[in-house]
């Protein structure tokens, strides 16, 4: 259990583009899930945390408005890089904490990475 | 500020070795620590978790340990595989997680 996947895996698009990014809970419900990018050799950043049905909440330095995030369901929420340029070029990986049940309840698991390059 | 530091920054072994990585912090309020593997282009995977309270936990091969005074982590990994080559990921969880810069770790034939 708690699985969680991540669509696509990896993305080639031109600069100006936006690009989506979906992140799913397969066999369980997550209240919350968060979008972290990983620049090569370094470690993870968070950008934001989203609860299901109201606003993302971004980290410092992160635009909200470049990086749409939506939660519409507790098994899925939504990436979308607007306007994207190559520097937003990264690995960008979600998690989601389960809703409820079982010592795990707010653990993160996280997604396989979505691999954006930006030409 | 919250901080959590690794070390080695990589390191080599051979296959059917044991090897120990570190990883010291200084967190406030601390929560928790676990220690994830991520392979190279894939999301991280939880190893172990351990609270306050825990001094050790194990996970098959490895073996996680805490010293919540000193504020020091390890992970001991016994004999060595070569699908244990990988980044492990020192995390701490206080109201978010902080993550540590990560071992990289290459185990050869």
């Known amino acids: 259990g708690a699985v969680v996947s991540q669509h696509p895996s990896w993305v080639i698009c031109k600069s100006g583009t936006s690009v989506k990014i979906e992140c799913r809970s397969l066999d369980f419900q997550a209240t919350t899930m968060f979008w972290y990018r990983q620049f090569p050799k370094q470690s993870l950043m968070l950008m934001a945390t989203?609860?299901?049905?109201?606003?993302?909440?971004?980290e410092q330095g992160v635009e909200k408005d470049k990086f749409l995030i939506n939660h519409a369901s507790l098994t899925l929420s939504t990436l979308t890089v607007t306007s994207a340029h190559p520097e937003d070029s990264s690995f960008y990986i979600c998690?989601?904490?389960?809703?409820?049940?079982?010592?795990?309840?707010?653990?993160?698991?996280f997604g396989p990475g979505t691999r954006l390059t930006v030409l | 500020k919250n901080q959590v530091e690794q070390s080695p920054q990589s390191l080599i072994i051979l296959e059917g070795k044991n090897c120990t990585l570190q990883c010291n912090y200084t967190v406030s309020p601390f929560s928790n620590l676990r220690w994830y593997k991520q392979d190279t282009g894939r999301g991280p995977v939880s190893l172990t978790i351990m609270t306050f309270s825990e001094n050790t936990k194990s996970n098959g091969r490895y073996t996680a340990t805490l010293d919540a005074d000193t504020k020091q982590s390890s992970l001991h990994i016994t004999a060595s595989q070569l699908s244990d080559s990988a980044s492990y990921i020192c995390v701490v969880n206080t109201d978010k997680l902080i993550f540590g810069t990560g071992t990289r770790l290459q185990v050869f034939p």
């Open positions: 989203s609860n299901e049905g109201s606003k993302a909440t971004y």
């Open positions: 998690s989601a904490s389960r809703a409820s049940g079982g010592p795990t309840v707010n653990e993160q698991f």
